[in-house]
């Protein structure tokens, strides 16, 4: 077997761009809206974003500093997943714009909202699925050292799902159809999944 590049994080990669990003590749993108305590709707994508437990049906997202999301959901309890999308890149790339936590980003990309049944903040019309969501934790990120990673892991449990009818084929939810983008490492770089992209694999018994 050949030599890896091997590395201690602590120590530096020895590479001209940090990999770990490239290499946890692709991760779903957690687009999170959420409304300040005044109302004013906030949407913004979170580049670590997964499932974390399917019953109850929970989901996190990790905020990088206390940004306008977390302390959004942290003052009212809730906050909704907008599956993001290959016709809703370039929206939902605007809405990551460093903007003051008095605008609205819907506003701001054009975006339509659609109410939500069960929490106050909207979703994104457009999306093909949105989860609402109540929020369980908020888990600071504490590294080996002792010291904060200035990271808050937010936890919230899917109270409603939402789903466009044409996405449902049979009683099953159509991924590719939904053609749902992922972060791919570096900074502009995306995956677009795609019916052609999928296989099947069954599980041993």
């Not at 919230?156 to 590719?176: A, K, Q, S, W």
């Not at 995306?190 to 999928?198: G, I, L, R, S």
């Amino acid at each position: 077997m050949s030599e890896t590049h091997f590395y201690e994080p602590s120590a530096g990669h020895r590479l001209s761009h940090d990999p770990f990003k490239a290499i946890v590749a692709p991760r779903p993108i957690g687009w999170i809206s959420t409304l300040d305590a005044n109302g004013v709707a906030n949407l913004a994508p979170y580049s670590f974003f997964n499932a974390v437990c399917d019953n109850p049906p929970m989901i996190a997202f990790s905020s990088n500093t206390r940004k306008h999301s977390l302390t959004n959901a942290e003052a009212t309890g809730e906050f909704v997943w907008n599956l993001a999308t290959r016709p809703l890149a370039e929206a939902m790339n605007l809405s990551s714009a460093p903007v003051p936590a008095e605008v609205d980003e819907f506003a701001l990309t054009g975006l339509k909202t659609a109410p939500c049944r069960l929490v106050r903040p909207p979703r994104v019309a457009a999306s093909p699925a949105a989860l609402e969501c109540r929020l369980l934790q908020v888990v600071e990120l504490i590294g080996r050292s002792g010291r904060s990673a200035d990271h808050w892991l937010v936890i919230g449990e899917v109270i409603g799902v939402h789903i466009r009818p044409e996405f449902l084929r049979d009683g099953t939810y159509d991924t590719g159809a939904a053609h749902p983008i992922m972060r791919a490492g570096y900074r502009d770089e995306y995956v677009e999944a795609t019916p052609e992209t999928f296989f099947r694999m069954s599980r041993p018994k």
